[in-house]
């Protein structure tokens, strides 16, 4: 599956931005989906992830509460709705996608638990 994030951009510390990532070759539906994010001189971080089948979703500690993670299936296009921003949520935002087998939730967090990956998008918090 081939992914391209896009929405990134500068918001103010309390502000909302909302993230895309379309998906060609294989649909969301299909596939366990994750948003990750790396600032410099950090490893690459888990934000939250999205059943194909159920569309259950599971968040990061960090971001419970504040993000959301929602699809669109018509469209074959995910959304993280980032709100109440921080400027440690600062970093460049990765979407990225099973093959098609199920990652248990134990191991949505891992980086190879998902086999492709989408250029990333820069989100930047700042006043």
């Known amino acids: 599956v081939q992914l391209q994030a896009s929405g990134g951009g500068w918001v103010q510390p309390g502000g909302s931005l909302r993230l895309s990532c379309a998906a060609s070759?294989?649909?969301?539906?299909?596939?366990?989906a994750g948003w990750f994010r790396q600032s410099p001189g950090k490893e690459r971080e888990w934000v939250g992830s999205m059943r194909g089948g159920t569309s259950s979703t599971y968040y990061a500690n960090s971001v419970k509460g504040r993000f959301t993670i929602s699809r669109d299936n018509a469209k074959n296009v995910m959304h993280p709705q980032m709100n109440s921003l921080k400027p440690e949520d600062t970093a460049v935002y990765f979407c990225?996608?099973?093959?098609?087998?199920?990652?248990?939730?134990?191991?949505?967090?891992?980086?190879?638990?998902?086999?492709?990956w989408g250029r990333g998008t820069l989100v930047t918090v700042s006043s």
């Open positions: 990225a996608a099973s093959d098609g087998s199920r990652i248990i939730v134990s191991e949505m967090w891992r980086v190879r638990s998902y086999d492709s």
């Open positions: 070759g294989r649909t969301f539906r299909g596939n366990t």
